[in-house]
């Protein structure tokens, strides 16, 4: 986690992974079932696709302090299967800034997944407990990606 001027944060987590490629591909291109294996994803909707970029809609949820707060954006996602790269920003939403990328790469049995991501709150949001809750789950959020990857490469 970074901290950067005017209540923005920059952070990144990686994950080694036993599996193929392909199978991360395919679950974080599944834009319609996101949020039936992304913990805190409340609702995944694509709006559009042009060739290699697609519009989608997002809505998060997160609990704290017995509060419940929900987050929506519009994404505009840039595909490039070649790097094996899902470029993300969003057009609009709850934020001033989000956006970021997915980044699948392969050293011999080993792939890589890296999430990156900028985010800016609007005024009056509380940064501090939204960068707490984006510290404790970021890792979750990976983890439901890996669980469902791995359950498509099973029944392969």
């Known amino acids: 986690m970074e901290r950067l001027p005017q209540g923005t944060r920059r952070l990144a987590v990686q994950l080694r992974l036993p599996l193929d490629p ?14 039936s294996f ?11 696709r042009r060739g290699n970029r697609v519009g989608l809609e997002q809505v ?23 790097a094996g790269e899902l470029r993300f920003c969003m057009c609009r939403g709850d934020f001033r800034r989000f956006e970021g990328c997915w980044q699948i790469g392969r050293t011999g049995e080993t792939t890589h997944l890296l999430y990156e991501l900028t985010v800016q709150g609007r005024p009056g949001m509380p940064i501090g407990l939204i960068e707490q809750r984006l510290r404790e789950d970021l890792a979750n959020n990976l983890r439901g990606v890996q669980r469902e990857a791995e359950r498509r490469a099973a029944q392969s």
């Open 22 to 35: 392909r199978w991360i591909w395919s679950v974080l291109t599944d834009y319609a079932n996101l949020n």
């Open 38 to 48: 992304i913990p805190n994803l409340a609702s995944s909707r694509q709006l559009w």
């Open 60 to 82: 998060g949820t997160q609990q704290f302090c017995g509060l419940r707060f929900s987050a929506k954006v519009e994404l505009e996602i840039e595909e490039d299967i070649e």
